[in-house]
Antibody, heavy 121, light 111 residues
């Protein structure tokens, strides 16, 4: 089965840090860009960022609201992508999903179930 | 790219058809002939469930009462005969650019 499983969420104080993981299985991870999308409670969906593949130099891009605070990385040998969250704010409280995207292909995007991050004192 | 869905609320009668429109501010059609436009359903307390990708391809396991159409900037999701289990929030999403953008969501509920 093609699957993405996020982990690492939890409760953190404002200004704190957290590192989320996205473990992939059932497909060639190294051929896939990984995007992160979040959804705050009762709100819509927001694109957080993406990391491309090795042939594309693992290029990263970030949404305006997280740029400079969040960092994407990946370990193709371990089929895992990471999202480092720093300087967290209450507005970062959300469910964070990772999504597989094979660029310029006919393949569907695959979503993980998400991991909840709560920023509160 | 700005994605605009309509309507934002859609009361439906079981057994009747329903449709949702999604318009993008820029064309989603890429040089490979694909429109990177997805439709998905989010039921209360659940993660988004992919229904349609590339504008018109049903995802695995999705009932054939769901269909997608459109190209460029105008897309439509149709449900041929609504069932009670179809209630929830429907989103369209553009994946044609680096930055993905989402429609506001259409709340489908039973009359």
């Amino acid at each position: 089965d093609v699957q993405l499983v996020e982990s690492g969420g939890g409760l953190v104080q404002p200004g704190g840090s957290l590192k989320l993981s996205c473990a992939a299985s059932g497909f060639t991870f190294s051929d896939s860009a990984i995007h992160w999308v979040r959804q705050a409670p009762g709100k819509g969906l927001e694109w957080v960022g993406r990391i491309r593949t090795k042939p594309n130099n693992y290029a990263t891009a970030y949404g305006v609201s997280v740029r400079g605070r969040f960092t994407l990385s990946r370990d193709d040998s371990d089929n895992t992508a990471y999202l480092q969250l720093n300087s967290l704010e209450p507005e970062d409280t959300a469910v964070y999903h990772c999504v597989r995207h094979v660029e310029m292909s006919d393949l569907p995007r695959i979503w993980g179930q998400g991991t909840m991050v709560t920023v509160s004192s | 790219i700005v994605m605009t869905q309509s309507p934002l609320s859609l009361p439906v009668t079981p057994g009747e058809p329903a449709s949702i429109s999604c318009r993008s501010s820029q064309s989603l059609l890429l040089s490979n002939g694909n429109n990177y436009l997805d439709w998905f359903l989010q039921k209360p307390g659940q993660s988004p469930q992919l229904l349609i990708y590339l504008g018109s391809i049903r995802a695995s396991g999705v009932p054939d009462r769901f269909s997608g159409s459109g190209s460029g900037t105008d897309f439509t999701l149709r449900i041929s005969r609504v069932e009670a289990e179809d209630v929830g929030l429907y989103y369209c999403m553009s994946a044609s650019r680096t930055i993905w953008t989402f429609g506001q969501g259409t709340k489908v509920e039973i009359k």
